[in-house]
């Protein structure tokens, strides 16, 4: 017990105030407890081979003879990528044949959407990489309508420096983000 002052009356023994404290304490040490949570794990940690969020690893091939939608509609890589040059948002003469084989694949699952992500590498400010990653996408976007693909089937969107490949810091992992990626999804029944 605690002795406490108890005005012109005197000392006297509070068992209540020893409560207090101890359950100020108790709630102090559960709060401080719950705010050390563990930290998420960063996209592919669960799944490595996936290169976006709700995608599944596929081989080398891009696929199987299986139907290629998973549990979400989405897949994770019949198409393949292409990659862009430093600070450019030309479409080189290697990615074309890429984009026919893409376009290809599209014509022949016309139920299918495309979402084309442009990505830059960690150089830059956000707003530039922003921008870049977008013009990248448009790119995309344009060629493939070129070959045909209705513009209706089509997305575009732009992670700037964000979800990069890879994390070192030197030329041959900054080439590997710069890049659009093409993730396809099933049209919604209409």
């Not at 490595?48 to 989405?74: R, V």
């Not at 089509?154 to 710069?178: A, F």
Request: one cysteine or more.
């Amino acid at each position: 017990m605690i002795p406490v002052q108890h005005g012109r009356d005197g000392w006297v023994n509070s068992s209540s105030t020893l409560a207090k404290a101890i359950a100020i304490a108790s709630v102090w040490a559960v709060l401080v407890i719950a705010g050390c949570s563990k930290k998420p794990a960063p996209v592919g940690a669960e799944n490595p081979g996936a290169n976006q969020i709700g995608e599944t690893p596929t081989g080398a091939g891009g696929g199987s003879g299986e139907d290629p939608f998973g549990p979400g509609g989405h897949i994770g890589g019949p198409l393949s990528d292409i990659h862009f040059g430093y600070n450019d948002s030309t479409i080189q003469d290697q990615d074309s044949s890429v984009l026919r084989s893409n376009a290809t694949w599209l014509q022949n699952h016309p139920q299918t959407r495309v979402q084309v992500e442009g990505f830059c590498d960690e150089r830059g400010s956000e707003e530039y990489n922003i921008a870049l990653g977008a013009k990248r996408a448009q790119a995309g976007k344009d060629y493939l309508a070129t070959l045909g693909i209705s513009e209706t089937r089509m997305s575009t969107i732009s992670y700037g420096k964000e979800l990069p490949v890879c994390t070192d810091h030197d030329e041959s992992c900054w080439s590997q983000n710069r890049r659009d990626h093409f993730t396809v999804s099933k049209m919604a029944s209409q």
